[in-house]
């Protein structure tokens, strides 16, 4: 059973306008969340946290927006940039097993100029 | 730093040989992860260390895998014997003890045929 969901393999964008992606768990013990972007033939790097006491965090282009009574969080871009075509995945983890992420199986971002 | 650094890049084997995978965190970094990239389940992961001591196995699929982390600078997974099925992409992360945001290098992809 996934208890990360990425419901969209792939998302196209124009430049400039905003992307979002998005994200469903299942576990309720989950009580931070992580994106991360991942460039082929490269390892992920971590993008943006939210801890699950707030409902946004944001930092510069990128906006994590978390929904407790929905298990649903969503990663904003705004304006979008070629250079953001990756895929992104997102992550949790659960109180008591703080290091232990799972993953979601990533959405592809294409970013067209 | 130069980051997470994994060895070799990419793997090719016969089915039934043994493969050993190589992993050097960053420098003072004492929590180490093993993840699994495969079209089927995402990345998964596969077992992780905090100060050298394994401390969850659970996502180690099956007794011919194993990883040693014999000091603070070096892990290996090893996978004894091999199969086509065990063909993924595995990376090795890193962080400080409680940062669940882990440094990702760049993955070994490994194909069995």
């Known amino acids: 059973d996934q208890q990360v969901k990425q419901n969209s393999p792939s998302l196209s964008v124009q430049e400039g306008r905003i992307s979002i992606l998005n994200c469903d768990y299942t576990?309720?013990?989950?009580?931070?969340f992580l994106w991360y972007k991942k460039y082929p033939a490269e390892g992920p790097t971590f993008l943006i946290s939210i801890s699950s006491i707030k409902d946004k965090n944001e930092d510069g282009r990128f906006t994590v927006f978390l929904n407790k009574s929905a298990k649903h969080l969503s990663l904003h871009i705004v304006p979008s940039q070629p250079g953001d075509s990756a895929v992104y995945f997102c992550a949790a983890s659960a109180q008591g097993g703080s290091e232990k992420l799972v993953f979601g199986k990533g959405t592809k971002l294409t970013v067209n100029p | 730093d130069a980051g997470v650094i994994q060895s070799p890049r990419h793997e090719v084997t016969e089915m039934g040989q043994e493969v050993t995978l190589r992993c050097k965190p960053i420098?003072?970094?004492?929590?180490l992860f093993w993840y699994r990239q495969t079209m089927m389940r995402g990345l998964e992961l596969l077992i992780y260390?905090?100060?050298?001591?394994?401390?969850?196995d659970s996502g180690m699929p099956e007794d011919r895998f194993s990883a040693k982390m014999p000091n603070a600078s070096f892990s290996t997974l090893k996978i004894q014997p091999s199969e086509p099925r065990d063909s993924a992409v595995y990376f090795c992360?890193?962080?400080?003890?409680?940062?669940?945001?882990?440094?990702f290098g760049q993955g070994t992809r490994l194909t069995v045929v």
């Open positions: 260390f905090n100060n050298n001591v394994p401390i969850d």
């Open positions: 420098s003072g970094h004492n929590s």
């Open positions: 992360a890193s962080s400080f003890y409680g940062v669940r945001a882990g440094f």
């Open positions: 576990n309720s013990m989950f009580d931070y």
